[in-house]
Nanobody, 120 residues
Framework: QVQLEESGGGLVQAGGSLRLSCEVS????????MAWFRQGPGMERQFVAA????????FYATSVKGRFTISRDNAKNTVYLQMNSLKPEDTAVYSC?????????????WGQGTQVTVSS
C-alpha cells in the first residue's frame, strides 16, 4: 500500500511562490509515477505535473510550464512542486497522486489535498 502526505499550501500574493511537498510511504520501489493535480472552485480536477520515479522524466500542463517545477528528494521519499509566479487562477486544492505502476493510466493513491490561495 501507499500513503501520501502533503504539506506546504497557504495564502500568497500574485507573483509569489510556494513549495508543496508530498511524502510517500509504502511502495517506493519499481517504476511508477507521481503527479500533482488541482481542483479549483467549481472546476473539474486537472493535471498539473508528473514525475517518473525511476527515469526522472517530468511532464507539465501547458498552463504551468515554465512556472512550476516538480522534483523529488530520494532520501526523503518526497516529491515537491515548486510554484513560482503564482496567479489568482492557480487557486485550488492541490493533491498528489501515485499511479501504482500503471503508467499514468490509473492514479490509485491520493493524498488529502492542500489548499493554495493566490490573492490578486
Amino acid at each position: 500500500q501507499v500513503q501520501l502526505e502533503e504539506s506546504g499550501g497557504g495564502l500568497v500574493q500574485a507573483g509569489g511562490s510556494l513549495r508543496l511537498s508530498c511524502e510517500v510511504s509504502g511502495r517506493t520501489d519499481g517504476n511508477f509515477a507521481m503527479a500533482w493535480f488541482r481542483q479549483g472552485p467549481g472546476m473539474e480536477r486537472q493535471f498539473v505535473a508528473a514525475y517518473n520515479w525511476r527515469g526522472g522524466s517530468t511532464f507539465y500542463a501547458t498552463s504551468v510550464k515554465g512556472r512550476f517545477t516538480i522534483s523529488r528528494d530520494n532520501a526523503k521519499n518526497t516529491v515537491y512542486l515548486q510554484m513560482n509566479s503564482l496567479k489568482p487562477e492557480d487557486t485550488a486544492v492541490y493533491s498528489c497522486a501515485h499511479d501504482g505502476g500503471s503508467g499514468g493510466t490509473d492514479w490509485a493513491y491520493w493524498g488529502q489535498g492542500t489548499q493554495v490561495t493566490v490573492s490578486s
